[in-house]
């Protein structure tokens, strides 16, 4: 599975902004995808993630009601729109996936395949 992430992006705070990922995963296989930022000294923390086979989603409490990730199989993209920007979203936020059968809270570890990160930024 290859992920790539072409270019993530500023945004005033309260704004929005849409990061895709271009994946190599099959539709209809049973594969997790989930997008993971990093702030600069902090550890990875899935925020987003979307089973591919029944596209059930889960989302943190810090991004539920303001983030929506998606993926069109058609084009082999994995979205998140985020919405009502806060300057604590900044951060490198990366694509990952990994083979599952049922959708949970995103883990580093349980994830395979990683993109090379995307920069988000959003100022005050």
């Known amino acids: 599975v290859q992920l790539a992430e072409p270019g993530g992006g500023s945004a005033q705070s309260g704004g929005p902004l849409r990061l895709s990922c271009v994946d190599s995963?099959?539709?209809?296989?049973?594969?997790?995808m989930a997008w993971f930022p990093q702030a600069p000294g902090e550890e990875r923390e899935g925020v987003a993630s979307i089973y591919i086979g029944g596209g059930s989603t889960y989302y943190a409490d810090s991004v539920k009601g303001r983030f929506t990730i998606s993926r069109d199989g058609a084009k082999n993209k994995v979205y998140l729109q985020m919405n009502s920007l806060r300057p604590e979203d900044t951060a490198m936020y990366y694509c990952?996936?990994?083979?599952?059968?049922?959708?949970?809270?995103?883990?580093?570890?349980?994830?395979?395949?990683w993109g090379q990160g995307t920069q988000v930024t959003v100022s005050s």
């Open positions: 995963v099959y539709t209809y296989s049973g594969y997790c």
């Open positions: 990952a996936a990994r083979a599952c059968y049922h959708l949970r809270s995103p883990s580093e570890d349980e994830y395979k395949y």
